[in-house]
Nanobody
Framework: QVQLVESGGGLVQPGGSLRLSCLAS????????MGWYRQAPGKERELVAT???????NYADSVKGRFTISKDNAKNTVYLQMNSLKPEDTAVYYC???????????????WGQGTLVTVSS
């Protein structure tokens, strides 16, 4: 019914920038929260940043001041601008959303397939 598709990952040198995008599609009534999580090799998945329907944002301490989450409500898309990237930012980045489905008005938690970000010289 609803799916998330990420794009924008890739290889970047330390200190560089990347922008991730995540498009939500399907029979959507409302998107309550969208966010980004990441999972590095051998580690658990962790929160990176979230943004609510009202625009409130939340960031992991490790990315504050370097990453910015934003959204385009008209396009059902969330972005993650990543600046001053470090090798420890290397991970698979997953988009997450809590979406109210139009047909049932139930809230679903949906995950994208993930996009790999590699920070290396």
């Amino acid at each position: 019914q609803v799916q998330l598709v990420e794009s924008g990952g890739g290889l970047v040198q330390p200190g560089g920038s990347l922008r991730l995008s995540c498009l939500a599609s399907g029979i959507i009534f409302r998107i309550n929260v969208m966010g980004w999580y990441r999972q590095a090799p051998g580690k658990e998945r962790e929160l990176v940043a979230t943004i609510t329907d009202g625009g409130s944002t939340n960031y992991a301490d490790s990315v504050k001041g370097r990453f910015t989450i934003s959204k385009d409500n008209a396009k059902n898309t969330v972005y993650l601008q990543m600046n001053s990237l470090k090798p420890e930012d290397t991970a698979v980045y997953y988009c997450n959303a809590r979406i109210v489905v139009l047909s049932t008005y139930r809230t679903l938690e949906v995950w994208g397939q993930g996009t790999l970000v590699t920070v290396s010289s």
